[in-house]
């Protein structure tokens, strides 16, 4: 695996654990929304590729940090399209530390083989709209609905602690598309609610109005009436 960006401590991207959070390069979704575009867009990953961290550097890295960390955030870009992803998660483990997973949910075949060989803890998965065509035209790719409901379904019947999260974008989402998400994943652990920051996106274009906090709050109490929902400003 190469490793295209790396956090050395991250106190908020695992819950309640002290991480290293990792970008892997690369993703097979185009939301004009990304803010993590410099390893999503192929002529900024090949500017960067002088940059890539090799395993060996990051894994004695770990080794030299792994008494005061409690575990790795993998994320991206997409981590489920590499190949070597189980491998390099057991590699984590084999230092008795936690995994995260951050994934877009377009490869459940993957999240089961993960859960499966036990080589993953946590899954936060984005719910990027309801179930309806908005969801690939807001991906900017034709991927079928039964994969995202798929994952969704193999992390929720999995052991692993897990949470699905939608970016909330002013004019892209309304309430009815927050509560049919929820619907779905009505008795879920979690399901945050994430404000859509207009700043630094994929697409330059793309700097649309965020909700407001009290906008947040009407849509996380409406949601929270199908699933345990919070919002992150
Ligand atoms: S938001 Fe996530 S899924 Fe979408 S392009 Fe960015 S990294 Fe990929």
């Known amino acids: 695996m190469f490793i295209a ?4 401590t991250t106190l908020l991207d695992y819950p309640w654990k002290v991480a290293t959070i990792i970008f892997t390069s690369g993703c097979n979704m185009k939301c004009w929304y990304c803010h993590n575009w410099r ?3 192929p002529e900024e990953i090949k500017k960067r590729s002088s940059h890539m961290i090799g395993e060996g550097i990051f894994f004695r890295f770990l080794e030299s940090r792994k008494n005061i960390l409690d575990g790795v955030v993998i994320c ?3 981590p489920t399209i590499h ?3 189980l491998h390099f998660c057991r590699k984590i483990k084999s230092l008795w530390l936690l995994v995260k997973l951050d994934t877009n949910g377009s490869h459940p075949e993957v999240l089961s083989r993960l859960i499966e060989e036990k080589v993953v803890d946590y899954i936060a998965m984005d719910v990027k709209h309801s179930f309806s065509p908005s969801y690939n035209k807001l991906i900017g790719l034709d991927i079928p609905m039964k994969k995202f ?7 929720r019947q999995s052991h692993v602690d897990y949470e699905f999260r939608t970016t909330v974008i ?3 989402h309304t309430r009815d598309d927050i509560i049919s998400i929820a619907i779905f994943l009505a008795g ?3 399901y945050y609610l994430q404000n859509y920051r207009p700043w630094s996106t994929l697409d330059p274009e793309f700097s649309w109005e965020s909700f407001t906090e009290a906008e947040l709050i009407w849509f996380s109490d409406d ?3 199908y699933v345990k929902t919070s919002y992150r400003i």
Do not use: C, M, P, T
């Not at 409901?149 to 992390?155: A, F, R």
């Open 149 to 155: 409901e798929e994952s969704i379904n193999v992390i």
């Open 5 to 8: 960006g790396l956090q050395e």
């Open 170 to 172: 002013k004019w892209i």
């Open 188 to 190: 879920a652990q979690h």
């Open 223 to 225: 949601a929270s009436r």
């Open 76 to 78: 991206g870009g997409e």
């Open 39 to 41: 390893f999503v867009v």
């Open 83 to 85: 190949g070597d992803l």
